[in-house]
Structure formats: structure tokens, C-alpha cells
């Protein structure tokens, strides 16, 4: 393994801990913002993330597993075009794990929807490709959308590139009752609302409680999301901002934490991530050419299986 990937590795897990840090000192008094209702917060993010409508964007995202030293680590860029309807993903993936014998790989994966049909093969290789014809739009959801990459990068463009509800709408189906407003807090330097997930079934799926910290000084944008885990948390959070269009502020940098708790009572970190919005452009006019690929006639065409060729979709 190179002293480079060495070098990243240890800088990825050490700025993770040195921002958790700062985040879990928060302060737990109010803000001075005026009071908001949930509904209203939720509403907000809709309709900031309602003026995406065409973009180009690549995202890096970077997870450490810092129970080794120094940590495995596994690297996947994203590249993703879309148009209001078609749209083109490229995964390529790189994976270092240290110890006794360094393993270390990559993996390419192109997945384009061209209106009609989902088409992913294996650049440069085209001999082979998976096809699969989604009955709804909503269903592009099992097969392109930043994969592994943040939350909190991914929700703003859920409905621009997956054509799933909104973010704030979505929001708002994790709980059978209205959301409320728990109090204010500040993350880093933005002061934000705090809304408390309860716990609830959702998809036949127990989900535990659930935080967000929603900025009004980045169009209503979730600065921090937790999750409760049967044995800790997850923590993602918001490192740096960009503001591509007016109004609408989407992540540059946002790190994920887990926590486990350990005997004595305390908690440790288990998993650290980050991931990085490299380039971005929205609402710009794009090639046909982008949501088109050019397979041999003599190319062999399986059905898909909804399976991911790349490990670390969703998240």
C-alpha cells in the first residue's frame, strides 16, 4: 500500500473525530430564531429542493473502518447527470485494507435510464449489460442515486434524480403523527431548529428515535441527522456548505460517525465517512448523448436483478 493512500486514510479518520468532537459540544440553549412549526420547516425544504430540475454533479465519498491501524478504507466516486426524467450514474470504486496482506482493488460500474429502460454494464467492458424496463419513475430509486454517498447530500436531489417524494415530505412519512419542533441548537456556526423523530414501524422496519437540525440560513437545509441504533447512533453532519443556485445550499463536505456503546457506559467509534461534492451544476441544458450507450450487437443482455454491482448502495 502507498504511503499517499496511508497518509488519507489516517487524515480521513482523524478530521472525522476532530469534527465530532466539535459537534457533540453543542449548546442546548435557544438561538433567538423565531418560533417555526415542524410543518412549516418541512414545507421549506420542499420547496428549496423543488428548484432543482436538470444537473451534473460529482461526489466522493470515503469510509474508515479505524479498528485497524491504519484503517481499511474504501473510496467510490460518483458521477451523476440528470434531466427531469433520464439519468446517468458512473460508480468507480477503490478499496485498500492493510494488515498482514494488503488487498487492494477497484470496480467501474456505469447505470444510465434513458426514458425507457435502465441499462448498467461494466466499462470498458460492453460484451455484458443488465436491462431493466421500471413500470414508475419512483422505482429509479432501486437503481441510481449517489449509492453510499451522505444523506444529507443525497435528500435535497431525491426528487429531482429518484422522483420520490421531496425531502420534507419524506420526512414527515417516518412518523404517523405531526413532527414538532424540540427546541433550537447550533451546529457549528448555524443556529437551527432540532426536530425529534419518535420511534415508529415503518415498511415493516422498527426504526428508533430520530434527530434533525434544520438551518433556516441554508434555506431550510438538515445541517445534522441522528439515528438511534439498537447498540449507539449514527451521526451525519454538515462540514461545509456551496449554494449552487439561489437559495438552494447543498452540502460540499458531510462526515458520518457510528458510535457503539461499550460496557462501562461510554461509547467508542466504530465507522467514520465523508464525503465530498467535488463539482456541481444545476439546471443546465445536457447531451443526449450522456443517456445513451452503445452496446455490440453481440452483446449479451440479462435481465436485472435489482442487485447492485457495487457493494454500498444506500446509507
Same mark, same amino acid.
Given at each position: ?65 479505524? #479498528? ?29 485494507? *492493510? ?23 461494466? *466499462? ?14 419512483? +422505482? ?55 426536530? +425529534? ?11 428508533? #428515535? ?7 440560513? #441554508? ?26 443556485? *439561489?437559495? @438552494? ?17 461510554? +461509547? ?22 450522456? @443517456?445513451?450507450?452503445?452496446?455490440? #450487437?453481440?452483446?449479451?443482455?440479462? *435481465? @436485472?436483478?435489482? +442487485? ?8
Amino acid at each position: 500500500m502507498n504511503t499517499h493512500r496511508m497518509v488519507m486514510m489516517t487524515g480521513l479518520f482523524t478530521a472525522v473525530v476532530l469534527a465530532t468532537a466539535a459537534a457533540m459540544a453543542l449548546s442546548s440553549e435557544p438561538m433567538g430564531l423565531p418560533g417555526m412549526e415542524a410543518g412549516e420547516l418541512l414545507r421549506c425544504m420542499d420547496q428549496s429542493s423543488a428548484t432543482v430540475r436538470t444537473g451534473r454533479l460529482l461526489v466522493r465519498f470515503e469510509i474508515a473502518n479505524p #479498528k485497524v491501524q491504519p484503517p481499511s478504507i474504501t473510496t467510490i466516486e460518483y458521477e451523476l447527470a440528470f434531466d427531469g426524467v433520464r439519468v446517468r450514474e458512473e460508480e468507480r470504486a477503490h478499496w485498500v485494507y *492493510p494488515g498482514g496482506q494488503a488487498e487492494e482493488g477497484s470496480s467501474e460500474v456505469l447505470t444510465v435510464f434513458d426514458g425507457e429502460r435502465v441499462l448498467q454494464v461494466r *466499462p470498458p467492458d460492453l460484451s455484458s449489460a443488465r436491462v431493466a424496463a421500471p413500470a414508475d419513475l419512483r +422505482e429509479l430509486e432501486r437503481y441510481v442515486g449517489l449509492g453510499a454517498a451522505d444523506a444529507l447530500i443525497k435528500w435535497p436531489l431525491r426528487a429531482a434524480v429518484q422522483h420520490q417524494d421531496a425531502i420534507g415530505s419524506y420526512v414527515q412519512t417516518w412518523c404517523d403523527e405531526p413532527l414538532q419542533v424540540a427546541g433550537q441548537q447550533r451546529v457549528g456556526e448555524l443556529s437551527c431548529y432540532l426536530i +425529534e423523530v419518535p420511534p415508529a414501524v415503518r415498511d415493516g422496519i422498527s426504526h428508533l #428515535k430520530q434527530y434533525l437540525w434544520v438551518a433556516p440560513d #441554508k434555506g431550510c437545509a438538515v445541517a445534522k441527522y441522528q439515528f438511534n441504533t439498537p447498540d449507539g447512533r449514527v451521526v451525519n453532519e454538515v462540514q461545509e456548505w456551496m449554494e449552487p443556485l *439561489p437559495g @438552494f445550499h447543498l452540502p460540499k463536505v458531510a462526515t458520518r460517525t457510528g458510535y457503539v456503546q461499550e460496557k462501562g457506559g461510554g +461509547e467508542k467509534i466504530a465507522i467514520v465517512g465523508r464525503s465530498e461534492v467535488l463539482s456541481a451544476q444545476f439546471n443546465i441544458a445536457l447531451p443526449d448523448s450522456l @443517456f445513451h450507450v452503445d452496446l455490440p #450487437k453481440d452483446a449479451t443482455v440479462t *435481465p @436485472f436483478d435489482a +442487485e447492485p454491482l457495487l457493494a454500498g448502495r444506500g446509507g
